[in-house]
C-alpha cells in the first residue's frame, strides 16, 4: 500500500528555468505542487513536467503570509532564499517552515570558502559522500540544522520515465543532427573567481576546427548570459546555423541530451558529474591552469583527458584519435567516482520516503 505523504509542502522557482532540472524533478519525485513565477517557465515546465501540478504566481503574490498560511514546507534551489526565509517566517509569521534547500548540480566549486563565509540552514539536501564532504571541509555542515541523502534522483527519474524524454530529446535536437556522426557534448560552466569558464577563450575556435566525424552540443550555464550577455549572444548568433553545431535551449533536462551522447567535453561544469553514470569518454579544458587532477577535494578532471591549448592540435582530431583509449583508461576511475558523488541508484519510492519519513519527519540526519 502506498504511504500517505504530507501535501502541505511545496517546490518553489522564482527564477527563469534552468534550475527546472532539479525542482521540478524533486516536486514529481515527492508529489507536490510547483509554483513558477513567469510564463516561459510555465510553458516549459508543462510541456517537461507534465506529472506536475504547476502554478504560475508572481513574485509579489508570494508573501510570506500566503505561503505560511498554504505551506508548512517549502523545496527552494537558491541558497539566499534557503538563509533568508528560515529566519524571517519566525519573525513576522510566528512560525517555524521547514526551508529544504536543493542544490541544482554537483561540482568542485566551493573549496575556497570558509566556516565564516557560511550562514545557518534549515535542512540542505545532499546527493551523495562527495557533497556532504564538502560541506565539511568548508565548514557548512556545522551550520545545517539537517541533511538528507538523496542519491542521483534526477537518473532514477529520468530511468522511470526515459522512453518519454528520449522522444523528446531525439524531436528537438538530435533530429536536426546527422546521426552517423558522433555528438561531442559541450558544457562550460560561468565565469568565478575559482573556476574561470572556458567558453569566451575556445568556443569560437572549437567550432571552427570541427571536423566531419563530429556533432557539437553546446549548453550553456544561464549565468554567462547575466555576466556577459552581448558577448555570450554574439558567438551563439554568429554560429547559429552551422551544420554540426546547435546551442541547446530550453530543455532543462540533461541526462536525455548526455544518454544520447558520445563523449563530454567541459571544464568545472557540475554536468560532468552528471555524465559520469553513463561512462563514456570525457575531455576538460582547464582555464585555471592548476593541476587539477592532484588537487585535494576535486576529482571530476581525473575522470577524463585535459585538453592541451598548447600545441593547437585540432580538438576534434584529438578526440578521435583518443577516444578508445579515453573509454578504456578512465573507465574504472569513472565508475568510482560516480559512486563517490550520488551513491546507489534509489528507486523514487525510497526517495521520497527519504525526504520525508526517514528526514524530515524523523527529525534527525539521513543518509
Excluded at 534522483?153 to 552517423?180: G, N, T
Excluded at 553546446?218 to 554560429?239: M, N
Amino acid at each position: 500500500m502506498k504511504k500517505t505523504l504530507p501535501h502541505r509542502a511545496v517546490a518553489l522557482h522564482p527564477r527563469p528555468s534552468n534550475v527546472l532540472d532539479h525542482l521540478g524533478v524533486l516536486a514529481a519525485i515527492l508529489e507536490i505542487p510547483l509554483i513558477v513565477s513567469d510564463d516561459k517557465t510555465l510553458e516549459i515546465a508543462s510541456s517537461f513536467y507534465p506529472q506536475v501540478k504547476t502554478t504560475l504566481m508572481e513574485e509579489r503574490e508570494l508573501s510570506l503570509e500566503y505561503l505560511a498560511s498554504n505551506f508548512d514546507i517549502l523545496f527552494v534551489s537558491s541558497k539566499l532564499w534557503a538563509i533568508e526565509l528560515v529566519q524571517l517566517f519566525p519573525l513576522f509569521c510566528q512560525k517555524k517552515m521547514r526551508i529544504v534547500y536543493c542544490p541544482h548540480g554537483n561540482s568542485d566549486k566551493g573549496h575556497t570558502l570558509t566556516k565564516e563565509l557560511h550562514n545557518p540552514e534549515d535542512i540542505s539536501l545532499v546527493y551523495g559522500d562527495h557533497m556532504l564532504d564538502l560541506l565539511k571541509d568548508t565548514g557548512m555542515f556545522d551550520k545545517i540544522h539537517q541533511t538528507i541523502a538523496t542519491g542521483n534522483y534526477r537518473y532514477s527519474f529520468f530511468v522511470e520515465h526515459q522512453k518519454f524524454y528520449q522522444e523528446l530529446a531525439h524531436s528537438r535536437i538530435f533530429s536536426k543532427l546527422d546521426k552517423r556522426k558522433k555528438t561531442i557534448f559541450y558544457a562550460p560552466t560561468w565565469d568565478c573567481q575559482e573556476n574561470p569558464s572556458s567558453f569566451f577563450n575556445e568556443c569560437a575556435s572549437l567550432i571552427d576546427q570541427i571536423t566531419q566525424p563530429f556533432n557539437l552540443l553546446i549548453k550553456l550555464h544561464p549565468y554567462l548570459y547575466e555576466q556577459h550577455p552581448a558577448k555570450t549572444i554574439l558567438i551563439c548568433e554568429k554560429y547559429k546555423d552551422h551544420p554540426q553545431v546547435l546551442f541547446l535551449e530550453d530543455f532543462p533536462p540533461i541526462y536525455p541530451l548526455l544518454s544520447m551522447s558520445d563523449a563530454y567535453l567541459g571544464d568545472f561544469s557540475s554536468i560532468g558529474y552528471d555524465f559520469l553514470r553513463f561512462n563514456k569518454p570525457m575531455y576538460f579544458f582547464n582555464p585555471a591552469k592548476t593541476d587539477l587532477k592532484n588537487d585535494r577535494g576535486r576529482f571530476l578532471h581525473r575522470c577524463g583527458m585535459e585538453i592541451s591549448t598548447k600545441g593547437k592540435e585540432n580538438v576534434f582530431d584529438f578526440i578521435a584519435r583518443t577516444f578508445e583509449e579515453n573509454q578504456s583508461q578512465f573507465y574504472q576511475i569513472r565508475k568510482e567516482i560516480d559512486s563517490y558523488a550520488f551513491g546507489k541508484e534509489k528507486n523514487l519510492s525510497d526517495v521520497r520516503d527519504d525526504i520525508f519519513l526517514n528526514g524530515i519527519f524523523a527529525g534527525k540526519e539521513s543518509s
